[in-house]
Structures are given as C-alpha cells and as structure tokens.
DNA sequence: ACCCGAAATGAATATTGGTTCAGTACTGAA
DNA sequence: TTCAGTACTGAACCAATATTCATTTCGGGT
C-alpha cells in the first residue's frame, strides 16, 4: 500500500496525491483572488478572471467554492485574520505600557496596510457584495475588541482616565482606517511618508485614550512582521 | 401674457408651470431616493423601485438623471452638504475655545447620525457603486478639512501642540464615522444611548488633538440643527 | 490494457436590472 | 377645436457576468 487512500461512497478510493492536487488548486484560486483584488481591485474581481489567473477553468472555481461572495469572503476573512494577528502579537509584547502597546499596534497596522496599497484599501474601503461587506465588518469589530482590550488594561492600570473602552476601541480602529484609506485615495496629489503617517496617527490614538495624563509623548515603534502585508 | 414662457429651440414656449411641474418630479424622485436608502439601503435601491415610490414611470427617472449612479450621487451629495454645514455651522461659534467647537462639531454629528439610522448607515458604509463611493470620498474629505481647520486654529492658538493638522482631521473623521457605524451594526444587541456614544466620541477626539494640554474636560453640547437628518 | 468514478473543462444558459424608445397623453397657443 | 411640441409611460431590450452541465480528461485499481 504505497499511497494512502480514502474510501469515497461508491467504494472508490481518492489518493492522497490527488486530494493534494485539489487543496493546490483550491490554494491558487485564493491566491488569485487575492492578487486580483490586489492589482485591478473588487471591480476587476470576475469569476473568469480569476479562474485565468489560477490556470483553472472558470467552471472549476464552482468545485472549490459555493458562490464567488463565499471565494471572495473567505479570501477577505484570511487576510484580516493575519492583519487581526499581527496587531494583537505587537500589542501583547512584555513589559510595556498600556499607552505603548497601542502606539505600536497602530504604527504596526498603518505602516503594514501603506505598503500593501490595492489590497488594503478594497479591503477596508472598496464596495462589493452585502457577503463580503459582512467580514469586513466582524474585521472591523475584531479589531475594536483588541484595542477596547488594551484600553481596559490600561484604565485598571490607572494609566488611563475612565471611559468606555468599547467606544474607544472602534473609534481609534475608525481613526486608523481612515488614516490609511484617505492618503490613498488622494495618492496621485501627494507621495505619502508611510513613517509620519503611521506615527502621526499612532499618537493620534495614544492621547485620545491617555488624554492629559500622557506627559511624554514616546514614538511608537513600528514593528515589521514579516508575511504577506494587507 | 397670464403666463411666462421660455421658447425652446424649435420656435415652441413652455410655460412655467409645466416647468414647475417638471421640477416637482424632479425632487419627488430625489426624495424617493432618499427615503427607499433610507429604509431598505441601497440594495434594494432599483430604479424601478424608486420610480415607483415617486410616482413616475420608469423611463421618466431618465428624463431628469442621466443614469442610476448621477441620480443616487446627486442624492448623496446633497445629504453630505447639509451634514456638512452642520458640522461648520456649529464649529464657527464665537467664544469658544478649539477644544469645545471640535467636541461640540463631533457631538452634534454623531448623535445626528444616530438619530437617522438607515441613511447614516448607507452614506458611511454600504457598498454601492463607484462613482456614488466617489461622493463619499468626497464628503469625507470636506469633514477632513472641517476639522483640519479646527486644529490649526487651536495649534496657532497655541491650545493644541503641534501636529499634523490634515492627518488628525482625517483621523477624526474616522473615529467618528466608526463609531456611528459600529453601534448601528450590532444595535439588535443593545440599545444605543446617543448622548452618551456622542459625549465619549467627543472626548475622545478632544483628548486626541489636545493631548496633556487638556486638564478639565468639557462636556460637549450638542447642538440640534433642524432639517432632515442624515 | 481496460474500466470506473472523480475532477476539470468552458461554452451555453440564466439572471439581473439599468436603459431605451415607440407609442400615448398633455399642454398651451392660435 | 386643432395642432405642434413636449413630457410621460412601461414593456421590451441588452449587456454583463454568475452559474450550470454535457463532455472530456485523469488517476489508479483490476
């Protein structure tokens, strides 16, 4: 038995060789999706498209996947989780204050979505589909939470007043995102400074949760995690 | 002559009265827009649809608007202005420090915007068409520069450090809008307290451009500007 | 070699909804 | 009352593109 097997229902069996094809080619369709969006945005994004840049046939993205929202969200939801990763690492590092962890998730974020410009702005702000819009919208709660999370730390610190961490946690998440999507959309007038940005905005964030008892005002670091940028 | 007339180019008159009438049309349907976003988003916005709650044909939308996209843009950015001026409006009172207009503006927006719900969420968020998103981009900018406007005072004031103006004002505008947006996602959840989502929203972009220079902080007022709510 | 079922293919189909336009109803002046 | 011009109507049209499915290719067991 040189090659493991599955039995199927009609008593064939599939070899583990071409279940590998297929998670490949699953693989690739996500992959196309992605540098689709990426190049040419959400209104490029067809079926055929994609299905070309994959090297598959159009019919065959129906095999992998139920509907081309379902492709394109679970495209979205794997993006977001890495960015959802990256500023929760940033913000868990040891030994730092409540107000540095957040000026680093920022930067971090900012600095990260900058670079990788098409995807990142179709992904926060490029119209497409009610599906899709929906993870971009549990994306933008995850994020809220972490920051609410990071918030309430600091409040039982005493480093912060007392507020609503809920609230704030989105409105720093609105104040980043636009931060980003606003220097894009005007990308042609201005070449943008990805550093200043990200920093600007960083302690944008810091003081609007530390208020008056930040006295300092330390730069964030910008932690650059390596992988795929959003 | 009972009636004033224009002459067309075919040597024929139109009296002003079916020019009224025409006109009438005209803003009925922009209404109905209006009202189908604001009940049903722009989803079920089909033109048939809006026709229909106008009170026209189909094919009379086409004798006002060249197209679904100019009619809906044209909805939208009328909306925006009068949010807009709003925001201005209550920015450009006299004897108060930069501190208080900026919460006062942001306040008065966001609970606003919560007031109209459906349209609030439709004009932020929902996915349409490019260049109905060209609209919003727009109106985010003009808030932008508001608010950008806002801060250099209070920096030349000497009221607020130094900073990026044009980056914090967009900032602000993010952190408002998400915050708008955020609670109307999940409002089956719980029910939203507008003063006091408005209050912390405010605080929060205060303390954000601010900083340490703020010692007491002052409640914002919001301001209730009659007209049709956004 | 041969066969069976799974997988891939891509041209044909279905759907959706914006837009058009031939016909009809009005309007106001002569 | 008639007529020319204009506005209105809404069913038919059409483009775009997501989805289907009859056919072909492939993999591996006999």
């Not at 945005?41 to 065959?60: C, E, I, K, P």
């Not at 549990?138 to 999370?149: I, P, V």
């Not at 730390?153 to 989105?170: L, M, S, W």
């Amino acid at each position: 038995m040189p090659e493991s097997v599955t039995h199927t229902a009609g008593g064939a069996v599939r070899s583990s060789r071409v279940e590998a094809r297929k998670a490949d080619a699953r693989r690739r369709i996500l992959e196309a999706a992605r540098e689709v969006v990426t190049e040419h945005g959400f209104a490029a994004a067809q079926v055929a498209v994609v299905a070309s840049v994959a090297d598959v046939a159009t019919g065959s993205i129906y095999r992998h996947f139920p509907s081309k929202a379902s492709l394109f969200s679970e495209m979205l939801r794997d993006v977001c989780r890495r960015e959802l990763e990256v500023v929760r690492a940033v913000a868990a590092e040891e030994g730092r204050t409540a107000t540095e962890r957040i000026g680093d998730a920022v930067a971090t974020f900012v600095d990260r979505a900058l670079r990788g410009e098409g995807l990142a702005y179709a992904v926060i702000a490029e119209p497409m589909d009610p599906d899709v819009d929906q993870v971009r919208l549990e994306a933008r709660a995850g994020l809220a939470q972490a920051f609410a999370e990071l918030i309430e730390n600091g409040v039982t610190a005493e480093e912060f007043p007392a507020q609503d961490a809920r609230i704030r946690g989105a409105a720093i998440v609105g104040a980043f995102l636009e931060a980003v999507v606003a220097p894009l959309a005007e990308r042609v007038t201005r070449p943008l400074d990805r550093a200043a940005v990200s920093a600007e905005v960083a302690r944008f964030c810091q003081q609007a949760v530390a208020g008056a008892a930040l006295t300092s005002t330390p730069d964030a670091r910008i932690r650059v995690i390596h992988g795929g940028q959003s």
